[in-house]
């Protein structure tokens, strides 16, 4: 049994009821629905706790994806009394850290807006992020990078996701921006992160539904990371 992902319609859902399907050879726990997003796109996994019906915690130290049907995995601390298939609990984030990653992920996506180069890797923290460009013979102008970001904030743009064909993603490769990496295929369709009128490509993680709740940005260090790659790195400003 496959795992309803929530969090792809609804990144605002703070916790759900589930039914625990099993607990796989890792000690990973297994359920039929969830709002816990598991690492990937370099968005971590979520973190929070799992409370079974006689109230007692199972602390969830991470979310990863897993193999043929288990596509999420719910990694409890060690040492954690694990639940018993067909019990019922109710999943419930640690919501400030992942509100923090729906703020930094959509503010990476402004700062692909911003910066017209190829994407050579990224990571996604809660204090700070990161882009690698392959900018080639161009050149990164800081203060411009980061007036234009702020400014695609202040513009309060609506943000959104819609599913394509795959074909359509092939007649269409431009959308890619990230060069190492592409998105998944084999489903059919591919998921779209899409913000009015800035960006669209594809990705699969947890976003705001406005640029204006990013807040203040500020690019820090663009560090050289080789003859053709920089590493831009942003912070946001407390809410």
Same mark, same amino acid.
């Given at each position: 049994?496959?795992?309803?992902?929530?969090?792809?319609?609804?990144?605002?859902?703070?916790?759900?009821?589930?039914?625990?399907?099993? %607990?796989? #050879?890792?000690?990973?726990?297994?359920? #039929?629905?969830?709002?816990?997003?598991?690492?990937?796109?370099?968005?971590?996994?979520?973190?929070?706790?799992?409370?079974?019906?006689?109230?007692?915690? %199972?602390? %969830?130290?991470?979310?990863?994806? &897993?193999?043929?049907?288990?596509?999420?995995? +719910?990694?409890?601390?060690?040492? !954690?009394?694990?639940?018993?298939?067909?019990?019922?609990?109710?999943?419930?984030?640690?919501?400030?850290?992942?509100?923090? +990653?729906?703020?930094? +992920?959509?503010?990476?996506?402004?700062? *692909?807006?911003?910066?017209?180069? &190829?994407?050579?890797?990224?990571?996604?923290?809660?204090?700070?992020?990161?882009?690698?460009?392959?900018?080639?013979?161009?050149?990164?102008?800081?203060?411009? %990078?980061?007036?234009?970001?702020?400014?695609?904030?202040?513009?309060?743009?609506?943000?959104?996701?819609?599913?394509?064909?795959?074909?359509?993603?092939?007649?269409?490769?431009?959308?890619?921006?990230?060069?190492?990496?592409?998105?998944?295929?084999? !489903?059919?369709?591919?998921?779209?992160?899409?913000?009015?009128?800035?960006?669209?490509?594809? *990705? &699969?993680?947890?976003?705001?539904?406005?640029?204006?709740?990013?807040?203040?940005?500020?690019?820090?260090?663009?560090?050289?990371?080789?003859?053709?790659?920089?590493?831009?790195?942003?912070?946001?400003?407390?809410?």
């Amino acid at each position: 049994m496959i795992t309803e992902e929530l969090f792809r319609t609804d990144s605002y859902l703070k916790e759900c009821d589930a039914r625990v399907v099993g %607990i796989n #050879d890792r000690g990973g726990i297994i359920l #039929d629905r969830t709002v816990f997003y598991p690492t990937g796109g370099g968005q971590p996994g979520d973190t929070g706790v799992l409370v079974r019906e006689n109230r007692d915690e %199972i602390r %969830i130290a991470t979310t990863i994806k &897993g193999d043929g049907d288990e596509n999420v995995i +719910h990694v409890a601390v060690e040492g !954690s009394a694990m639940p018993a298939p067909g019990e019922t609990v109710t999943a419930r984030l640690d919501w400030d850290r992942r509100y923090a +990653h729906m703020r930094m +992920h959509t503010c990476l996506h402004l700062l *692909c807006a911003a910066v017209p180069f &190829g994407v050579t890797g990224g990571k996604i923290g809660a204090d700070k992020s990161s882009l690698d460009f392959d900018i080639g013979d161009g050149n990164l102008d800081k203060p411009a %990078i980061e007036a234009e970001i702020n400014r695609l904030v202040a513009a309060d743009r609506p943000v959104g996701a819609r599913w394509v064909d795959e074909s359509e993603l092939d007649a269409n490769p431009d959308l890619v921006r990230t060069m190492s990496v592409q998105p998944p295929r084999g !489903s059919g369709s591919v998921r779209l992160l899409e913000i009015s009128d800035v960006d669209l490509q594809p *990705c &699969g993680g947890t976003h705001l539904a406005r640029t204006g709740e990013v807040g203040r940005v500020e690019v820090g260090k663009i560090e050289n990371k080789g003859k053709r790659n920089r590493r831009v790195n942003v912070t946001l400003a407390a809410m």
